[in-house]
């Protein structure tokens, strides 16, 4: 699909550019753009460098675990029709509280396997049980304690206050996350632990 | 707002102090975390080249602002300002695209203006929906993702939506 959009979108550049007389910018866009993609790869990469380390202390000092653990309660009022012990249910606690310390590195190895462990442990052939869409919409979600990468950027930006945007991104992520768990329950109908029989 | 300034310099003591009440290596352990994020940073670089050829192209061609202002009454409908609308299009596709995008408004506009603050909570607090779909089902043998991309996109068009009306409600403009 990349292949795609970068080809519409250069074809359709190009075109356009030849309609409003715009061919000096354009070739000034293409020279820059690589120089672009470095210093922008510079500011975020920066952010992601402190970040990374200190979301690195929260994980190895135990941190995320035991909120994982205090999520697990919640969490299964969400995911239902989960054994007691479910070593499924351990992985999504895992990843959510991943995401939410921003620890992308070990937040998609913990997903996918909850999701192989949701495979397994429902039995589900080749159709997404309603735990699984529930697993992949809180991660599609972004739940995020702290943007960071954006963050950067408006500071590299000048921003007077590149946190301020903190409040509104929590309740926009928090409120699309049950806009989505909604609609899975809508689509998949409330009862019947795994939606299909 | 200097309320919410002071949320991450207090997570972060907070973090470095529980760290060492816990007898973590602080030192050892902070700079393994920076190196595994500045590799990822720097594998990222080659498709975010990539992305900015491509937004760069479109933007300065005036076509990105022609999609734009085709799609407003649309985005009026929505409370979203009409130059996020590139944005909101590319972010559930690429990740690498949308931060190009967010770099082109936030040098455009300034960071503090509504469209800049729009972009910038739309950023964080949304996905690349597709690619994640992607990934999660792509672990497993399962073939029919039924409601989940459905799901997720209704999430993603929520969130698109709120973004502009919470900077308007929280931030005043």
Not at chain 1, 13 to 20: A, E
Not at chain 1, 28 to 39: C, D, E, F, P, R
Not at chain 2, 7 to 32: E, H, M, N, Q
Not at chain 2, 91 to 113: F, I
Request: charged share 15%; with cysteine; hydrophobic share 50%.
């Amino acid at each position: 699909m990349i292949n795609y959009i970068l080809i519409g979108i250069i074809l359709v550049s190009f075109v356009y550019s030849m309609f409003t007389g715009g061919a000096d910018a354009l070739s000034g866009a293409i020279m820059t753009s690589g120089q672009q993609a470095v210093s922008l790869i510079l500011t975020i990469g920066g952010a992601m460098a402190t970040w990374g380390g200190i979301m690195k202390l929260a994980e190895a000092s135990g941190l995320t675990r035991k909120l994982a653990r205090l999520l697990s309660p919640l969490l299964r009022l969400i995911f239902k029709g989960l054994k007691k012990d479910s070593l499924a249910l351990d992985a999504i606690a895992m990843n959510i509280t991943a995401n939410l310390f921003g620890l992308g590195n070990a937040a998609t190895p913990l997903g996918i396997e909850a999701i192989k462990r949701l495979e397994e442990e429902e039995g589900e052939k080749d159709t997404a049980s309603r735990n699984m869409a529930l697993l992949v919409v809180f991660n599609t979600c972004s739940i995020e304690l702290i943007p960071a990468t954006v963050a950067s950027m408006r500071a590299a930006y000048q921003s007077g206050s590149p946190m301020e945007i903190l409040p509104c991104v929590i309740i926009v992520s928090v409120l699309s996350l049950m806009v989505s768990v909604t609609a899975v329950y809508l689509f998949n109908g409330y009862k019947g632990g795994r939606g299909r029989k | 707002m200097s309320g919410f300034e002071l949320v991450v310099p207090s997570l972060v003591v907070g973090i470095v102090l529980y760290a060492a009440a816990k007898r973590v290596d602080i030192f050892k352990t902070f700079v393994k975390g920076a190196r595994e994020n500045l590799i990822v940073a720097w594998e990222i670089l080659p498709s975010l080249t990539a992305l900015c050829l491509a937004v760069g192209m479109l933007r300065s061609s005036g076509a990105a602002e022609l999609i734009s202002n085709l799609l407003e009454p649309l985005t009026r409908l929505i409370g979203l300002p009409a130059e996020c609308v590139p944005l909101a299009l590319m972010r559930p596709v690429s990740g690498s695209g949308a931060l190009s995008m967010l770099e082109e408004l936030l040098s455009s506009h300034g960071p503090d203006s509504f469209v800049g603050r729009a972009a910038s909570v739309l950023m964080g607090s949304t996905e690349t929906t597709f690619y994640t779909v992607a990934v999660y089902f792509g672990a497993t043998k399962i073939k029919r993702t039924r409601q989940t991309l459905p799901s997720a996109l209704i999430g993603d068009l929520t969130a698109f939506i709120l973004s502009a009306l919470t900077v308007r409600l929280i931030l005043g403009s």
